[in-house]
């Protein structure tokens, strides 16, 4: 393994502990919205569509296929 290899994978996992990180931060706002809001639809939609573009983002890999794409 060369030393872009290894910077490539800390990089990598950098990156998935603070996508991680954001989940768990947005889940939380999530559960208080859900706790102290009597109608709490209009606040959740954008906590619901900011984690799934998240996990499209980072753990589909929808961003590398998008640069594939640009490349070939």
Same mark, same amino acid.
């Given at each position: 393994? @060369? @030393? &872009? !290899? /290894? /910077?490539? &994978? +800390?990089?990598?996992w950098g990156t998935?502990? +603070? %996508?991680?990180?954001?989940?768990? %931060? =947005?889940? *939380? =706002?999530?559960?208080? %919205? @859900? =706790?102290?809001?009597?109608?709490? $639809?209009?606040? $959740? @939609?954008p906590l619901v $569509?900011? +984690? ?12 590398? $296929?998008? !640069? +594939? &794409? *640009?490349?070939?």
């Open positions: 393994m @060369t @030393t &872009e !290899d /290894k /910077k490539g &994978e +800390k990089s990598e998935g502990w +603070k %996508v991680f990180a954001a989940l768990v %931060v =947005l889940s *939380a =706002l999530e559960i208080a %919205v @859900t =706790l102290a809001i009597a109608n709490p $639809l209009p606040f $959740l @939609t $569509l900011a +984690k799934a573009g998240l996990i499209i983002w980072y753990f589909m890999r929808l961003g590398n $296929l998008a !640069d +594939k &794409e *640009a490349t070939e």
